[in-house]
């Protein structure tokens, strides 16, 4: 198997070129369960845009202990995360904990569409908004209403892979399991 830029392989990945922040080429794979020709769809970390990710960084002292645990965020289409960052606030583009250290880019094709909306840049746009505004409005609990429920109720709004069981519990094991460091 050789590693050459656009040549599949026999798994379902494609591998890519792509540009570092110092203009250096490195290679990076992507599912070609979603392979978007729009430029706007890349991790460009430099900029620090995650455009349909769930975005994940370690919380000081908590995470060396527990590596599980950690503090999430959810970015619009556009790459700007929001995260549940205190009590009333949810930070736009201002992660509580630094900068983002571990991602997953969800499949728009996934987003559950109705017979109104069409456009799954749009819904997945409102329920991250969705979901912000109404985390503006409450208390922040580390043990039970915190950053991870702010992220399970945007994907739970858009119906993420026709589900609405997200929760604190199954976003930390997927983010700690599938997640990819930046």
Same mark, same amino acid.
Request: net charge neutral; hydrophobic share 40%; proline share 4%.
């Given at each position: 198997?050789?590693?050459?830029?656009?040549?599949?392989?026999?798994?379902?990945? +494609?591998?890519?070129? %792509?540009? *570092?922040?110092?203009?250096?080429?490195?290679?990076?794979?992507? =599912?070609?369960? !979603?392979?978007?020709?729009?430029?706007?769809?890349?991790?460009?970390?430099?900029?620090?845009?995650?455009?349909?990710?769930?975005?994940?960084?370690?919380?000081?002292?908590?995470?060396?202990?527990?590596?599980?645990?950690?503090?999430?965020?959810?970015?619009? +289409?556009?790459?700007? %995360?929001? *995260?549940?960052?205190?009590?009333?606030?949810?930070?736009?583009? =201002?992660?509580? !904990?630094?900068?983002?250290?571990?991602?997953?880019?969800?499949?728009?094709?996934?987003?559950?569409?109705?017979?109104?909306?069409?456009?799954?840049?749009?819904?997945?746009?409102?329920?991250?908004?969705?979901?912000?505004?109404?985390?503006?409005?409450?208390?922040?609990?580390?043990?039970?209403?915190?950053?991870?429920?702010?992220?399970?109720?945007?994907?739970?709004?858009?119906?993420?892979?026709?589900?609405?069981?997200?929760?604190?519990?199954?976003?930390?094991?997927?983010?700690?399991?599938?997640?990819?460091?930046?």
């Amino acid at each position: 198997m050789s590693i050459v830029p656009g040549e599949q392989n026999k798994a379902t990945t +494609t591998i890519i070129p %792509i540009e *570092d922040s110092l203009k250096s080429k490195q290679i990076q794979m992507v =599912d070609n369960g !979603f392979l978007s020709n729009n430029l706007n769809d890349r991790i460009d970390v430099a900029r620090v845009r995650y455009p349909h990710c769930i975005v994940w960084t370690p919380i000081p002292i908590l995470s060396w202990l527990f590596p599980i645990v950690g503090h999430m965020g959810i970015a619009r +289409t556009d790459g700007v %995360i929001r *995260d549940f960052a205190g009590p009333y606030y949810v930070s736009e583009d =201002d992660m509580a !904990f630094g900068l983002p250290t571990r991602y997953l880019q969800l499949d728009l094709n996934r987003v559950s569409t109705t017979t109104n909306t069409s456009n799954v840049r749009t819904i997945w746009d409102k329920a991250v908004e969705q979901a912000s505004d109404e985390y503006k409005k409450r208390m922040h609990n580390l043990c039970c209403d915190n950053c991870h429920s702010h992220v399970a109720l945007a994907l739970n709004t858009m119906s993420y892979d026709r589900k609405h069981t997200y929760n604190m519990i199954s976003l930390a094991c997927w983010m700690f399991f599938c997640g990819k460091f930046v």
